[in-house]
């Protein structure tokens, strides 16, 4: 049974970074795409940014964007997120996702989740 495994959530001060992994069990194929995702209490799962497995293509939204990084170690299948600049609005779960069908940034189309890490940004 292939799971994602989230690490790395906490809490930070504004301005800090934090960096988040996610270890995939079960395989990963070049077609595959993982992504973020994030939910904030009360609001609906946001797509933060996603990953071509293969080719290593990255996809960011525009909260995230120059911010945030996105990447992948293929031979550990596992998949990071560096977050830097944090702000409160970044406050939220986080989740990776696993997309067996190609590049999207809907949460509907990822079939695999992990359990989520918190991230809480508070001075």
């Known amino acids: 049974q292939a799971q994602l495994v989230e690490s790395g959530g906490g809490t930070v001060q504004p301005g800090g970074s934090l960096r988040l992994s996610c270890v995939a069990s079960?395989?990963?194929?070049?077609?595959?795409?993982m992504g973020w995702f994030r939910q904030a209490p009360g609001q609906e799962r946001e797509y933060v940014a996603a990953i071509r497995w293969g080719v290593g293509n990255t996809y960011y939204s525009n909260a995230v964007k120059g911010r945030f990084t996105i990447s992948r170690e293929k031979a550990s299948q596992t998949l990071h997120l560096q977050m830097n600049d944090l702000n409160s609005d970044d406050t939220a779960v986080y989740y990776c996702?696993?997309?067996?069908?190609?590049?999207?940034?809907?949460?509907?189309?990822?079939?695999?989740w992990g359990q989520g890490t918190q991230v809480t940004v508070s001075s």
């Open positions: 079960g395989r990963i194929y070049s077609s595959h795409v």
């Open positions: 996702a696993l997309n067996r069908d190609g590049l999207s940034n809907t949460a509907r189309d990822y079939d695999l």
